[in-house]
């Protein structure tokens, strides 16, 4: 399992997507330029369950090494649902209200996504692998056989 590269992309992933859950998304400015309130991204509800949707993806994906096809649709879905809380995080930092600060942590799903896709395709090329794997096998079985 951990051979392998996307297991390496999907750990890297529900690393941030739980930094995400459980980090500061934003805070406001108080008096004298403090930092004032911290909110978190557990506090909109509509964003903490996409966010714990996306975490479950990616950690089912973990834990499919053995279903190639399943880890890599799995992976290629939660790419797509990262991309999706981006824009949702662009939309809220683009109509913020004049004294909000975004965190650093605001990029995070974006390298989610890019983790993910890179999954994606370390699950295709193992696939490639063992499908080539499967014909040299069978090529090989039917030389047998004819002789």
């Known amino acids: 399992m ?3 590269i996307q297991t390496l992309y999907l750990a890297i992933s529900t690393v941030l997507v739980l930094c995400l859950v459980f980090g500061t998304a934003y805070t406001t400015n108080g008096p004298d330029g403090l930092v004032g309130v911290k909110y978190l991204a557990l506090q909109k509800p509509y964003f903490a369950i996409l966010l714990i949707i996306l975490a479950l993806m990616i950690v089912l994906a ?3 090494f053995k279903v190639r096809i399943l880890q890599m ?3 290629v879905l939660s790419g ?4 999706g809380v981006m824009g949702w995080l662009a939309y809220m930092y683009f109509t913020a209200p004049e004294g909000i600060v975004f965190k650093w942590t605001a990029i995070f799903p974006l390298v989610i996504a890019i983790s993910n896709f890179l999954a994606a395709r370390g699950c ?3 696939q490639l692998m063992v499908e080539a794997a499967y014909r040299i ?3 090989r079985r039917d ?5």
């Open 2 to 4: 951990w051979q392998r």
């Open 124 to 126: 295709f090329q193992d």
């Open 137 to 139: 096998r069978d090529s």
């Open 80 to 83: 797509l649902v990262s991309l």
């Open 143 to 147: 030389r047998r056989n004819k002789k």
């Open 73 to 75: 649709r799995l992976s």
């Open 62 to 64: 973990l834990v499919t």
